[in-house]
């Protein structure tokens, strides 16, 4: 075996393995946080940065993604018409049920290396799964909160329900309140004539 061979073989294994522990720690940072807009502001800065990228930004159809984070870097003024223009390199974020929520999408004069469009495949991949965490973490926290509410608009019904019924010689009365759902729409009350 030729010693140059082996030298270049050694410093393509360490390029391979700095990838994969770049990619690591990008995956680390971008799931450090649970909340939607600092997942995507993370992973745009690391796909700018890791990529030596001169900007970084989402495209998607769903408000959610796309209009949560502004665009990280230096971005031409025509950013917006990026599709099938040279210096532009894009990698699709897809959710579990494999619909694409969004493109995160880099610049740069030169074209990305296999090695780098690997790198955004596997951040937009780690990045998928983040997003998808934090839609997550959302939609709980907002089912919390109109819990909440239900519980507030069951106390204010029940507080209208009559809290004693007037003692009527001959006649028993009871009143029972049973709800469908959370909160219920009848109201009751004895009124003497």
């Known amino acids: 075996m030729h010693p140059d061979g082996y030298i270049d073989d050694v410093i393509e294994l360490q390029q391979k393995l700095a990838r994969v522990q770049s990619l690591l720690e990008a995956s680390r940072q971008v799931h450090a946080t649970i909340e939607l807009p600092e997942v995507l ?28 984070v502004a665009p990280y870097g230096n971005l031409p003024d025509d950013w917006a018409h990026w599709s099938n223009r040279p210096g532009y390199a894009a990698a699709p974020l897809s959710s579990e049920r494999g619909d694409i929520l969004a493109y995160i999408v880099v610049y740069r004069p030169q074209p990305l290396s296999l090695e780098e469009s690997d790198f955004l495949e596997g951040l937009a991949l780690q990045s998928a799964l983040a997003v998808g965490n934090a839609q997550h973490h959302e939609r709980t926290l907002e089912w919390e ?49």
């Open 41 to 68: 502001s993370s992973v745009l800065e690391i796909a700018a940065k890791e990529l030596e990228a001169h900007g970084a930004f989402f495209v998607s159809a769903a408000a959610e993604v796309h209009h949560r």
């Open 145 to 193: 909160r109109v819990q909440l509410d239900l519980d507030a608009a069951r106390a204010i019904q029940r507080s209208l329900l009559p809290q004693s019924l007037p003692d009527l010689p001959g006649y028993t009365l009871a009143i029972r309140s049973t709800t469908c759902y959370e909160v219920g729409g009848d109201y009751v009350d004895v009124v003497p004539l």
